[in-house]
């Protein structure tokens, strides 16, 4: 995971592809509360521009500073948003969502992701759904809405860590 001196070293993902015809992955993703209501058109678009990616338990999906524009949702298993020291901001599981902060603001990952368990993890172009969020103002409003809650928490991890 995060070495002792602070530096990870991201690795691939261990499988990537495309949705396709993945009827449970499709319908997951219908299911979303962040993608409930887009119009079929936009649906499309998203599935379409989507894939799917498999991840081991500890394997260190992005560093803080990358710059990748997706959008994640958990399929399945769980991970952790990880500042450089290694305390965990943030465990996510089924339907959770991150990169929303890189994909709105353009700005670089502000902690380390990591796979606490082995996990899948459908992941969407961050310009396709910045221009989701610009369409469907509910869409947007709930990604705002995640990225300030999650960076509060950041702030109240930052503040108790520093204590």
């Known amino acids: ?49 989507a894939t799917v990616e498999d991840w081991a338990s500890t394997h260190i999906v992005e560093n803080k500073g990358s710059s990748v524009d997706q959008l994640g949702l958990i399929f399945d298993g769980s991970i952790s948003l990880v500042e450089q020291s290694g305390v965990e901001l943030a465990h996510l ?16 990952l502000p902690w380390s992701i990591v796979a606490r368990t082995d996990s899948r993890v459908i992941r969407f172009p961050g310009e396709l ?23 509060k928490e950041l702030e109240k991890q930052t503040s108790r860590t520093s204590l």
């Open 1 to 49: 995971m995060i070495s002792k001196d602070g530096e990870t070293t991201v690795l691939a993902a261990q499988r990537t592809q495309k949705i396709g015809d993945d009827i449970g992955v499709i319908a997951f993703v219908q299911n979303s509360p962040l993608f409930r209501g887009v119009s079929e058109q936009w649906f499309t678009r998203l599935i379409d521009a």
């Open 93 to 108: 599981e089924r339907q959770g969502l991150f990169g929303e902060s890189v994909v709105l603001t353009r700005q670089p």
């Open 129 to 151: 759904v910045r221009e989701l969020a610009e369409a469907v103002p509910s869409t947007g409003k709930l990604l705002a809405m995640l990225m300030a809650a999650r960076l």
